[in-house]
């Protein structure tokens, strides 16, 4: 995907239910953002902090989706692991996370590492980020190897 070009719509079944991207994004921002991996000490924590300040990307008309090619019951124990870890999260975890056992989606989005892209039982999903604007378009896109972690505040103030 290249900035400005349009996200593909998709169907995806997440911790909070089945989604259609454009109709669940609405007019909204989105930061979509893909992890390697469940249960991972650098994905746990990046998920808490931004479950954490998630008020502030709502105040700017932003909804956070996360991606990670596990299964949805490892997304939920995973979850419960987030909160548990980060207990300074209000309420019910406030953003869903994508499961996408079978790689299709992080095939069609671009989050697959190159070096691991031909063998889809091993294939890895790098660290990406997406600013999606409400007409669909990419408008940023941030790729990390899949042993760095990101930077929440970073991304807030993008």
């Not at 949805?72 to 419960?80: I, K, P, T």
């Not at 953003?95 to 590492?113: Q, S």
């Not at 889809?120 to 896109?141: F, G, K, M, N, W």
Request: proline share 6%; net charge negative.
């Amino acid at each position: 995907m290249r900035i400005n070009s349009i996200v593909p719509n998709f169907e995806a079944d997440t911790t909070q239910g089945q989604i259609n991207f454009y109709d669940w994004q609405g007019d909204s921002w989105v930061v979509l953002f893909s992890h390697p991996a469940d249960f991972t000490p650098v994905c746990t924590t990046e998920l808490g902090r931004l479950a954490v300040h998630q008020p502030h990307f709502k105040r700017r008309n932003t909804k956070l989706l996360a991606h990670s090619v596990d299964k949805l019951q490892d997304h939920v124990d995973w979850v419960n692991d987030i909160k548990s870890y980060c207990q300074d999260i209000p309420g019910a975890f406030p953003y869903p996370i994508i499961a996408d056992h079978d790689r299709t989606l992080a095939v069609k989005l671009d989050m697959i590492d190159e070096i691991s892209k031909d063998d889809p039982e091993q294939a890895l999903t790098v660290r990406a980020l997406y600013i999606i604007s409400p007409d669909h378009r990419l408008r940023l896109s941030m790729h990390y190897p899949t042993s760095t972690g990101r930077n929440v505040d970073q991304v807030k103030k993008l």
